[in-house]
């Protein structure tokens, strides 16, 4: 399919493990945004690229977060050293515009990786 | 700080009839909404957006309406069908890509 996917669609780790979470693109799609999800929450933004560039992370919340886009295309959320709180659907989504003023632009969303820290 | 609140956690409505999701904000410089539609297992999918020019915007079954003196904003869905199951976020922007997402309603629509 055309769509935002996302691997693995689950992860159990177990606290203090390392996590890389993947994200697929819409092809063409110039932003690229990530999600975290908490229970019983709406999506809270994290991070946008806009191809490679990372331009705003300010909604990462510690420096055990670091995500990247290194050709503008793929985009991996690692995160180190896990702790419960991490445990959230993480939510990659994808859009044609690029640029400040975005918010027209359609958001397309993949169907989340469920992260479980035990 | 939830600056975009949606209070009704969940809602059943008789097929046929309307569905009506409200969502509020408290942020003035927001400018632009949108409703996104999501299903278990799956990400969150654009359903309708107004921009704050705007008042009303129609698309088939669903009309979004939005008071900015009141900061409120209404998802209309009629008549309702039972594939509308589902939870509906409103996200709301400061003219940027950054939304601002509410907690979300559970529809059920009832055969």
């Known amino acids: 399919g055309a769509g935002v996917s996302q691997s693995p669609r689950y992860k159990v780790a177990k606290r203090g493990q390392d996590v890389a979470l993947r994200c697929d693109p819409i092809?063409?799609?110039?932003?690229l945004f990530w999600y975290q999800q908490a229970l019983g929450q709406g999506p809270e933004f994290l991070t946008y690229f806009q191809n490679e560039a990372q331009l705003d992370k300010s909604g990462l919340p510690s420096d055990r977060f670091f995500a990247e886009r290194p050709e503008g295309s793929v985009s991996t959320l690692k995160i180190q050293r896990t702790q419960q709180e991490d445990s959230a659907v993480y939510l990659c989504?994808?859009?044609?515009?690029?640029?400040?003023?975005?918010?027209?632009?359609?958001?397309?969303f993949g169907p989340g990786t469920r992260l479980t820290v035990t | 700080d939830q600056q975009v609140k949606q209070n009704s956690p969940s809602l059943s409505v008789q097929e046929g009839r309307i569905s009506i999701l409200n969502c509020d904000y408290t942020n003035s410089m927001f400018d632009y909404f949108l409703w996104y539609k999501k299903y278990p297992a799956e990400g969150p999918t654009f359903l309708i957006s107004?921009?704050?020019?705007?008042d009303k915007n129609e698309d088939g079954r669903f009309t979004v309406f939005l008071n900015k003196s009141a900061k409120h904003l209404s998802l209309h869905i009629v008549p309702s069908q039972p594939g509308d199951s589902a939870v509906y976020f409103c996200?709301?922007?400061?003219?940027?890509?950054?939304?601002?997402f509410g907690t979300g309603t559970r529809l059920k629509v009832l055969a």
């Open positions: 092809s063409g799609h110039v932003s």
């Open positions: 989504a994808s859009s044609l515009a690029e640029g400040l003023g975005t918010a027209s632009y359609e958001q397309y």
């Open positions: 996200a709301a922007s400061a003219g940027t890509y950054k939304y601002i």
């Open positions: 107004i921009s704050s020019i705007k």
